[in-house]
């Protein structure tokens, strides 16, 4: 979901740019009656409601009588939920289109307040996504119910806690952040007039695009010193527990701001690593992982997440998403000048690349890098010493961190067999760690194709900033 709460947001932000940025072109052109964007909003929250009632239903009734978890079942609520998935986002630019962002640019005369109008374009997404998980729940208790052998007593939120913990993890993860970056490229937007005047051509393009990656370089550095709020987080307490994750971390070369105890009332079996840089760097393990792990599956959990700190997968992540935002606005760019295209078509082709680019480029990479922090975690199981790279994973090391794995699967309800965009599916991950361990493979090989990817990835980020200075020398 986290997927397309940004592609919402990025859909909606970039088409109120653009109509505030062509007011005699686009915006006039989606000139309609009232009546009819209200009615594209009413439409647009009716479909996704049905979608979500639809899921929900049809979910509740496969798993009638059946006190496991049937794979099927499971899988065939993920497809429904992505396709209300696809439905939220594409929806919300049928709905802009539809006049909405035309009457927020023009009507409300907010073009010239920073930040205003954008989160107003995102709102009917944001009401949307909060009924789909509002009708989601009965599907959500029923899960729990089965994964606590169907006892009455099982933990289980209320309806306000699971919107409020969804909202959170889902909405405010992502809104926070871009909010700051947006907020902060609009003030100095504002600005740009003044820079034009006091500084020669282009020199005030140069200093209004170099304000505006500080910004987001800014915003994603710090970025970590407000999740951890937004998710309701503590400090690790003192105990033989922390004492062993930081030895782990000593092993591994690992530098943190501190570990901390992801509050999610007992519900999710999770961990999570944010921060690109040690002073803003944090590990988050759930109430729940800590409660139905023992030490040393915490530790295996920790070591994966460990992972992807010490090869600098976070870093290599921003990488590719700001490579591909600033390469496809730049080719959208070329190609417009090419062709004549108007700047509304260009900013079109820009979300459209974008989010392709994203879709099949970010998941793949994505999935690679889970890859290599499962080997990695079973690898550290084995006992192999800090840089003995080529030590074998054993059969024990392997083992521990696949039952972790399958626990955590298990405890959130995930059906092994489901297929996840990020992280790949958790049969095929155990399937692959464990043969390793049988086989006395090394994590030799995967570490290998991941240095080619990040190889890959400067050469992306070179070609995009090539391409971004041959497109502003072009228009300049």
């Known amino acids: ?59 509740l009734r496969r798993l009638a009588g059946q006190a496991d978890l049937p794979p099927r079942a499971l899988r ?9 998935g696809v439905w939220l986002a594409a929806g919300l630019a049928g709905v802009l289109l539809a006049g909405y962002g035309r009457w927020l640019v023009e009507d409300l005369h907010l073009s010239g307040v920073p930040l205003a109008p954008k989160l107003l374009a995102v709102a009917p997404f944001l009401a949307a996504v909060e009924l789909v998980w509002l009708l989601d ?10 994964i606590w052998a169907g006892r009455d007593d099982a933990p289980c939120w ?59 370089g800014a915003v994603f550095l710090l970025a970590p010193l407000l999740i951890v709020r937004v998710w309701r987080t503590e400090r690790l307490p003192d105990g033989p527990l922390r004492a062993r994750l930081r030895d782990t971390c000593v092993r591994l070369g690992l530098r943190v701001r501190d570990l901390r105890v992801w509050r999610s009332g007992g519900q999710i079996v999770n961990a999570a690593v944010m921060g690109l840089a040690a002073p803003v760097r ?43 935002a600033v390469g496809c606005a730049a080719l959208a760019e070329l190609a417009a ?37 499962d080997v990695q975690a079973a690898w550290a199981m084995s006992g192999a010493a800090p840089r003995d790279r080529a030590a074998a994973i054993t059969p024990e090391g392997a083992a521990t961190f696949a039952w972790a794995l399958q626990q955590i699967a298990r405890l959130n309800g995930i059906a092994p ?38 190889a890959a990835l400067w050469l992306a980020a070179g070609a995009a900033a090539a391409l971004t200075a041959w497109s502003f020398f072009q228009t300049a």
């Open 337 to 373: 000048g090419a062709t004549g295209l108007g700047p509304w078509v260009s900013d079109l082709l820009a979300v459209a690349m974008l989010a392709g680019a994203w879709g099949l480029g970010f998941g793949w990479v994505s999935r690679r890098f889970e890859r290599q922090c």
């Open 417 to 454: 067999e489901q297929f996840n965009w990020r992280h790949g599916s958790i049969a095929r991950r155990v399937e692959h760690v464990l043969w390793l361990g049988a086989t006395g493979g090394t994590r030799q090989a995967i570490d290998r194709t991941v240095r080619r990817i990040k």
């Open 158 to 216: 209320s309806p306000a806690e699971y919107l409020d913990y969804n909202t959170r993890h889902h909405v405010l993860f992502i809104a926070v952040p871009v909010a700051l970056i947006v907020l902060g490229v609009d003030l100095l937007a504002l600005a740009a007039p003044a820079l034009d005047r006091a500084l020669p051509a282009p020199a005030g393009q140069i200093v209004h695009a170099a304000g505006s990656f500080a910004v987001a």
């Open 137 to 146: 729940y009965p599907y959500y208790r029923a899960i729990r119910r089965r």
């Open 76 to 84: 065939r609520h993920h497809l429904l939920a992505v396709a209300t």
């Open 282 to 324: 944090y590990v988050l393990l759930t109430d729940a992982l800590l409660e139905h792990l023992d030490e040393r599956g915490v530790e295996a959990v920790f070591a994966h997440e460990a992972g992807h700190i010490v090869s600098h997968h976070i870093f290599y992540s921003v990488l590719l998403v700001l490579s591909a």
């Open 1 to 59: 979901m986290q997927l397309v709460v940004l592609v919402a947001f990025v859909v909606s932000f970039g088409l109120v740019d653009l109509l505030a940025s062509d007011p005699q072109g686009a915006a006039a052109a989606l000139r309609t009656p009232p009546a009819m964007f209200l009615s594209a909003v009413g439409g647009y929250l009716l479909v996704a409601g049905a979608m979500a009632w639809l899921n929900t239903r049809l979910s």
